[in-house]
């Protein structure tokens, strides 16, 4: 099972996604505002007009309303707006939608690995052996399209909150825009007001989802972490569901955590059943294990907190990983496993006159992480709108600081991650929230899962290829001639010492224990050498593998995936070269700009750049000789 800090990592990860979503359309409507209101100066005169002459601010605004309502331009302008801005909105929700799909597969593919990784851990220290994993192809797949609905719906209801229920995001640029004209049109507030009102509104409202049976509305970045931190939970149950079944495990050890739901009877009151030991088919008297481990008795998991191993009974939503439930659970060993340390959880605490139990402590929490959150949202938006934010950044800091006074005064750790706002950037890999989720996969998984066991199904290497498709436009111009199939035949890679290997039908065979590297590289071949022939490639094959090499190592590093690398000789006289003579601001750039130069043209371009550099320099002939002889490693073959 997956540790309560591992799930909140996991889930994070994929939070900057929608929050970048969320900042472009705050922005856009403030800029569109911004535009339309150039439209009403008719309005404007009119209404300084009537404030000269002593009307009511009220008479005002109504006069202003109607003269906006009759204005042919005006209507036509916010008409034209709306559109544009309905269209643009829609293809964004759309792409991102589909980013966070492809987003989530890799991360339930990835809570899935970590999540057997981890049960290997535990049944290691018990003595046993796990075989191999053959049922996780199938289990990540399902819960990846779980994982997919659950965001689709998110995104199918997105909008502002209004005053009550939801607001489309069309129907809120007309309404920011309605509210913004009267303030103009009064005479009152300026039109930098009036757009830093807008960015305050919108930003505090925040992008939201709907749920229509209940009429709640959530914030769009929570709901998509909240369903992933859900489907990830939920693999890792079944995981070692499927484990137990295939050792033959009967009891199972459901986990204790502070401020466990304690409302409620039965199934629903999560504190009563919290940190014991159950067996999961009855038959079997445990009394001397429940003597040994000092528990009154072992009693059937299903009856006692509403989860069914071997699905023998319906789970109860409101039980044991239900809703909103962080409860996991893992094989229990008899004769041999031990209770974990007891941690009593602490006691209340009062705070201004308030008195916090930890749950209450934790909801306080959460809702000044929400007020910092939409503070800095709003300072984001008005930082791209160009509009003076020091009023705002000085709210971030007492609130911040407010928040660390609170924890400090509870005994509680911050969770700082929870304040993150990252809206830089539509791509996930290139955020602090990924680069945390990529190392905590990494450390689940290394040095535990055998080579034998680090394996992958045909469909799963299908799906990475397919998206690293999806994603190579980032790095080159050039397209794939990739064939679409995949050949998975280690006994093939073994005769032809290799990893993986782009067949010259544009085929790619690989081995099922390659790493994610070991796709990008050969991907990228299809975009390079296929467009030629394979004595071309015996000829230029040092500068071919160099410039796949080195880009497929700063793709990886740049989107934290593991790549045991390759070809490090000619890697290294690349690097060495770059960062010596400066030919790009870093690696990346460089290895872009080579694997651009078509193969047959590379080494006599690396070596123009070196011989101008040296000379440009000052290099002395010995020196110039030097350093020509170390990229000849890369120099052509004569055939």
């Given amino acids: 099972m997956l540790t309560d800090e591992q799930l909140e990592i996991i889930s994070e990860a994929i939070q900057p996604l929608f929050q970048y979503l969320e900042h472009e359309v705050i922005v856009d409507i403030a800029r569109r505002i911004k535009k339309t209101l150039t439209y009403t100066r008719t309005a404007e005169l009119q209404a300084v007009e009537m404030h000269r002459l ?37 293809k964004q929700i759309n792409d991102i939608t589909r980013a966070a799909y492809r987003a989530g597969n890799e991360i339930v593919a990835g809570a899935g690995n970590m999540s057997w990784a981890d049960d290997l851990r535990v049944w290691k220290q018990a ?18 399209a779980q994982t997919a609905g659950e965001l689709k719906n998110l995104t199918k209801t997105t909008g502002f909150r209004a005053m009550s229920g939801l607001e489309s995001i069309e129907n809120a640029y007309r309404n920011e825009l309605d509210k913004a004209v009267i303030k103009i049109c009064t005479g009152t507030f300026s039109q930098e007001k009036v757009l830093n009102d807008v960015v305050h509104d919108l930003a505090h409202s925040g992008l939201r989802s709907i749920d229509y049976s209940s009429g709640r509305t959530m914030q769009l970045d929570v709901g998509a972490r909240l369903a992933l931190r859900t489907g990830c939970h939920q693999l890792a149950g079944k995981i070692s569901d499927a484990n137990m079944g295939q050792t033959g495990e009967n009891l199972v050890y459901v986990s204790k955590h502070w401020g466990a739901r304690n409302t409620g009877t039965g199934h629903a009151n999560h504190e009563e059943w919290q940190g014991k030991v159950y067996f999961i088919r009855p038959g079997t008297d445990y009394s001397e294990e429940a003597r040994r481990i000092g528990q009154e008795r072992i009693m059937d998991l299903w009856y006692a907190t509403g ?6 009974h319906l789970n109860d939503p409101l039980g044991l990983d239900g809703y909103n439930c962080r409860h996991n659970r893992h094989a229990w060993f008899e004769g041999m496993s031990s209770l974990p340390a007891e941690q009593s959880e602490p006691e209340p605490v009062t ?17 000044m992480e929400r007020a910092v ?44 991650t929870k304040m993150r706002y990252e809206c830089g950037t539509a791509d996930l890999t290139k955020t602090d929230s990924w680069r945390r989720y990529a190392a905590v996969k990494q450390a689940s998984e290394e040095d535990v899962l055998p080579e034998d066991q680090r394996k992958r199904s045909s469909r799963e290497i299908q799906k990475e290829l397919e998206g690293i498709g999806e994603e190579i436009t980032d ?61 071309d490639y015996a000829k230029y094959s040092a500068t071919e593998e160099a410039a796949v090499e080195l880009l497929t190592q700063e793709i990886c590093a740049q989107k934290g995936i593991f790549h ?12 060495a070269t770059n960062r010596k003579m400066h030919f790009a601001d870093n690696d990346l750039e460089f290895a872009k700009e080579f694997f651009s130069v078509e193969p047959p043209d590379r080494f006599t371009w690396l070596h123009d750049k070196v011989s101008t550099y040296l000379l440009d320099n000052g290099a002395s002939v010995d020196d110039m000789n030097e350093v020509i002889d170390f990229i000849s490693i890369l120099g052509d073959i004569e055939i």
């Fill in 564 to 575: 045991a690398g390759a070809y490090p000789n000619y890697v290294t006289v690349l690097r």
């Fill in 54 to 90: 002593g009307f009511s601010p009220a008479r005002i605004r109504k006069e202003a309303m109607k003269l906006l309502r009759a204005d042919a331009e005006y209507r036509k302008q916010v008409a034209k707006n709306t559109l544009e801005y309905k269209r643009a909105v829609r």
């Fill in 351 to 367: 705070i201004n006159g308030k008195t916090y139990d930890y749950y209450a402590r934790t909801q306080r929490m959460r809702s």
């Fill in 127 to 144: 003595g046993k052996e796990l075989t191999e994993d053959s049922f996780l192809p199938q289990l990540t797949e399902a819960f990846s």
């Fill in 475 to 535: 790095y080159t111009s050039r397209p794939s001639k990739w064939s679409g199939k995949v050949i998975v035949d280690n006994k093939r890679c073994e005769v032809e010492n290799c990893e993986g290997a782009k067949e010259w039908n544009c085929d790619i065979l690989i081995r099922d224990d390659a790493d994610t590297g070991t796709s990008w590289h050969e991907m990228l071949h299809s975009c390079s050498i296929s467009n030629y022939t394979p004595k």
């Fill in 307 to 312: 989860y069914s191993v071997d699905g023998a």
């Fill in 373 to 416: 959150r939409a503070l800095k949202r709003e300072k984001e938006a008005l930082d791209t709108l160009g509009i003076d934010s020091t009023e705002i950044r000085a709210k971030i800091k007492a609130r911040t600081r407010e928040y660390r006074e609170f924890c400090g005064a509870c005994n509680v750790p911050e969770a700082t």
